[in-house]
């Protein structure tokens, strides 16, 4: 019993210690990313701003100054400091609703990226695991949906399911779908017939276990990548569904929205939509540079020496 307890204690400390050992590892390929490290900062600290967005916002973003209509930002001739980016056409402060629209922005993301991987998940283990006609009719609808534009099918979904921001992430998420699935339907390909899968079917494993327990749980890895990667291509796409006028309708503060109710005064105003682009543009870079970094980490191939 005695050695028994030792060998349980010895085992309870060692994983632990392969857990942080593995973290290291990540971490020190991940870092040699310059670009990947300056996202990851850049991500959190908008995540952050988000998060604490009625404490850091200077005013509601939905807050009507009348007196202030179209006003420059404060270091233009005519700013007021009260107003460091400005106001919008109904005198809106702008770095107030850019703050507010991180928010949508981000949930936008999470949400589609949940969805889509989850459902691209169940699909493509079921392709990949059962073969045959399921793989054949799964991914074939698969290829349907790619066949088609990414912003051309989610904008004739929206249209068929009505605008509004909720139809809109979910249009999205059927749009990125495909590419979890094909990506889990490979990886699952690649590690049924792996030795640790058949010892685990000789041993009496039911299917569900076999795939849910013993496979995918090493097929996680570019799933993460993807999801990274995807979650900026959602961004980009609700942004532009919103742009459309089939996204996020206003007055909310979402920053596709905001650049498209801000287009007729681009000339007499073009703050009220240079902020918003920049907003879009430093969140997607930040996105896709952590994307990058992730690769670096994951991927043997790509791990530098």
């Not at 979650?231 to 919103?242: H, K, R, V, W, Y």
Request: with cysteine.
């Amino acid at each position: 019993m005695t050695d028994q307890s030792a060998a349980e204690a010895t085992s309870a400390s060692v994983q632990p210690g392969g857990r942080q050992r593995a973290f290291a590892e990540f971490w020190h390929y991940y870092s040699m990313n310059t670009g990947a490290v300056i996202g990851l900062v850049v991500f959190a600290l908008l995540v952050l701003v988000a998060i604490f967005a009625p404490l850091v916002a200077p005013h509601s973003p939905d807050e009507q100054f009348r007196d202030a209509l179209l006003s420059p930002p404060a270091w233009q001739e005519g700013g007021k400091s009260m107003f460091l980016l400005g106001t919008d056409a109904v005198g809106r402060d702008m770095l107030s609703r850019l703050i507010f629209g991180a928010r949508f922005s981000l949930f936008i993301g999470l949400v589609v990226v949940v969805f889509s991987l989850t459902s691209g998940i169940i699909l493509g283990v079921l392709a990949g695991y059962f073969r045959g006609w399921v793989d054949t009719l799964i991914m074939r609808v698969m290829d349907i949906i790619l066949a088609f534009p990414s912003l051309l099918l989610a904008l004739v979904l929206v249209a068929i399911l009505g605008p509004g921001l909720f139809n809109a992430m979910l249009a999205i998420a059927l749009v990125l779908q495909p590419h979890f699935a094909r990506l889990t339907r490979a990886a699952v390909m690649a590690e049924k017939n792996r030795e640790y899968v058949v010892s685990a079917k000789v041993a009496g494993a039911s299917h569900i276990r076999l795939m849910l327990v013993t496979i995918l749980p090493n097929c996680v890895a570019p799933l993460i990548v993807q999801a990274t990667l995807s979650f900026s291509n959602a961004i980009l796409e609700a942004a532009a569904l919103g742009f459309l006028g089939v996204g996020a309708q206003p007055p909310t503060p979402e920053w596709g929205t905001m650049l498209a109710s801000a287009r007729e005064f681009i000339l007499r105003a073009p703050w009220v939509v240079t902020f918003p682009g920049l907003a879009i543009l430093i969140t997607v870079l930040a996105i896709n540079l952590i994307g990058d970094g992730l690769r670096d980490a994951f991927d043997p191939k790509l791990k530098r020496s």
